[in-house]
């Protein structure tokens, strides 16, 4: 994955610019923690975040730019490909990077991995509303986010 800028800045946040880039791992870890979602420990980011397929971050326009959002596709880019850790800071939300992080990376999912290939999403809780604007769906009403972790 290259570090370049993927699309022009949110019109409605001037001052803002979405860059193609994995996000680093503090700034992984202090988005989750800002926007309410669980944490992540700092090993699990260390080990996680360059195996990215593709990830963009929102950061302020300005040298050294602060990032503001982020968002990651992960899995194997043929069978599995899932969106994760969207994250926006409060400050931002509702102001046009959230719209940037999921637009430009689930264009670059479709146009880089395997034609096809379903884009799959867990989102809590009410933010499925949103995700829901960018087409994702419930994906069958029989199915179940499950998940196992160690105790």
Same mark, same amino acid.
């Given at each position: 994955m290259t570090d370049a800028p993927i699309l022009a800045p949110p019109a409605s946040e001037p001052g803002t610019r979405r860059v193609r +880039?994995?996000? $680093? !791992? &503090? &700034?992984? *870890? +202090? *988005? +989750?923690?800002?926007?309410? $979602?669980?944490a992540d420990p700092r090993e699990a980011a260390e080990r996680g975040l360059p195996s990215s397929l593709i990830a963009g971050v !929102?950061?302020? @326009?300005?040298?050294?730019? =602060? #990032?503001?959002?982020?968002? =990651? !596709? !992960?899995? &194997?880019?043929?069978? @599995?490909?899932q969106a994760t850790d969207i994250a926006v800071e409060p400050e931002f939300q509702g102001r046009g990077p959230g719209q940037a992080i999921m637009s430009a990376p689930m264009t670059a999912a479709r146009?880089?991995?395997?034609?096809? *290939?379903?884009l799959n999403l867990i989102a809590d809780l009410p933010a499925d509303r949103r995700h829901a604007r960018h087409g994702f769906a419930p994906a069958a @009403? =029989? $199915?179940? #986010?499950?998940?196992?972790r160690p105790a």
């Open positions: +880039r994995t996000p $680093s !791992v &503090d &700034d992984e *870890l +202090r *988005l +989750r923690e800002a926007a309410g $979602s669980s !929102v950061e302020l @326009h300005a040298p050294g730019g =602060r #990032a503001v959002g982020m968002g =990651r !596709v !992960v899995g &194997d880019g043929g069978q @599995h490909a146009a880089e991995l395997a034609a096809g *290939l379903p @009403h =029989r $199915s179940i #986010a499950m998940a196992q």
